[in-house]
């Protein structure tokens, strides 16, 4: 059974924020590492008592995966010229 059959047809919706409450969007979404859209919805489905529907179908892991890489690439390159600067 697909998520079309189980669910029904999924419909997009687009909304505009302030600054300000984009600001706090941000930051609220950060405490739980949700992106801004993942913590709208999920605050949607919890307001609404939506609770049994999944929140996010896609998998990005691989996304997640590589971009950390890079990070603790770039610290390691770091703690490399921090060491070769003491000598």
């Not at 307001?47 to 892991?61: K, S």
């Amino acid at each position: 059974m697909g998520i079309d059959e189980k669910y029904g047809k999924r419909i997009q919706i687009t909304f505009r924020i302030t600054p300000v409450a984009m600001d706090r969007l941000e930051r609220a979404a950060g405490l739980f590492r949700m992106t801004p859209g993942e913590y709208t919805k999920a605050v949607l489905y919890r307001d609404l008592g939506v609770f049994e529907e999944p929140l996010d179908q896609r998998r990005r892991a691989w996304k997640h995966k590589k971009k950390q890489q890079l990070v603790e690439e770039e610290e390691e390159q770091q703690l490399e010229i921090a060491k070769h600067k003491d000598f």
